[in-house]
Nanobody, 121 residues
């Protein structure tokens, strides 16, 4: 099967930067769309940034200029760099990926378990 593992979250002070990582492993044929969503406390999950299947980046209006998404195809890994963190970005960050599973001969969408980012002084 396929497993996604996010890392890089934690408790940080306002103004610092942070880079989250999400690595996929398992029976992977190829990876199409990949990105990041987040779920703030008491709110619904929302898009942060994503690569579409055409390798085009898309950012939520609320984060433009403050986050950068990147990927390493050789490592099946997607990154999210968060600049000058503010308390409002406190959330659990998840990375969904659209993955071609070789033994299933089809694409399926997978989610990681999430990594908590808490911005507080």
């Amino acid at each position: 099967q396929v497993h996604l593992a996010e890392s890089g979250g934690g408790l940080v002070q306002p103004g610092v930067s942070l880079t989250l990582s999400c690595a996929a492993s398992g029976d992977i044929g190829s990876i199409g769309a990949m990105g990041w969503h987040r779920q703030p406390p008491g709110k619904q999950r929302e898009l942060v940034a994503t690569y579409t299947s055409g390798d085009i980046t898309k950012y939520a209006d609320s984060v433009k200029g403050r986050v950068t998404i990147s990927r390493d195809n050789a490592k099946n890994t997607v990154y999210l760099h968060l600049n000058s963190l503010k308390p409002v970005v406190t959330a659990v960050y998840y990375c969904p990926m659209l993955i071609w599973v070789r033994t299933e001969d089809s694409f399926s969408r997978f989610w990681g378990q999430g990594t908590q980012v808490t911005v507080s002084s």
